[in-house]
């Protein structure tokens, strides 16, 4: 029926890479079990969780694959990219090696996925830039940066979910839409 059509899931995979200890794993846990660890939580390692949102009458089942600690070694394998429609690249908004490292992020996605990957660089940890002498990276530094790259950009916080969703929806539903 034509119901039951509507009702088809599409699934898209959509990747997170950046630096060790930025939040990776805790972005992913706040957005698909609304869950937050203090405990670093690399050592769990879990390759993927879903979450299915709706664009239009459409259901989207986002795919979302996490690194399993990888990420240390600088490196992802090709698989890990491969067939990724969006990532979201993370740095710590009170790391600056973290941001630099950006860089170096993008050069590995561009190397290795669809060149119509969508990006999104996420400043996380935003939580803590109240505290003084605690940000090291600007807002605007990395809105500048993200929109030379022309990569979307938020700064978000995976402790008090602050933009969490936001971030996963900005890549999301505008490919959900071009299913349409
Ligand atoms: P990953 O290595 O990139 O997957 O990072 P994790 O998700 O394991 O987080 C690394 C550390 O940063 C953990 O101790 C988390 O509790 C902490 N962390 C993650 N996200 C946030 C956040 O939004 N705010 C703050 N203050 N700490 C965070
Ligand atoms: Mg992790």
Redesign the pocket.
């Known amino acids: 029926s034509e119901a039951s059509t509507n009702e088809q899931e599409y699934v898209l995979k959509v990747v997170?890479i950046?630096?060790?200890?930025?939040?990776?794993?805790?972005?992913?846990?706040?957005f698909t079990k609304n869950k937050?660890?203090?405990?670093?939580?690399?050592t769990i390692g879990f390759e993927f969780a879903s979450k299915t949102i709706r664009v239009g009458d459409r259901r989207i089942k986002a795919q979302i694959w996490?690194?399993a600690?990888q990420?240390r070694f600088q490196s992802l394998t090709a698989a890990y990219y491969r067939n990724a429609v969006g990532a979201l690249i993370?740095y710590?908004i009170?790391n600056r090696a973290s941001f630099e490292h950006v860089t170096h992020w993008l050069a590995q996605i561009h190397e290795h996925a669809h060149e119509n990957v969508v990006l999104i660089l996420v400043g996380?940890?935003?939580?803590?830039a109240h505290r003084p002498n605690t940000r090291q990276v600007s807002t605007l530094e990395a809105a500048r940066f993200a929109e030379t790259h022309h990569m979307e950009f938020v700064e978000?916080?995976?402790?008090?979910s602050?933009n969490v969703v936001e971030a996963f929806k900005r890549i999301i539903v505008p490919v959900g839409r071009l299913l349409m």
């Open positions: 997170l950046g630096d060790s200890g930025v939040g990776k794993s805790n972005l992913v846990q706040r937050y660890n203090e405990a670093s939580t690399q996490d690194t600690g990420e993370v710590d009170t996380n940890k935003v939580d803590l978000a916080s995976a402790l008090d602050t």
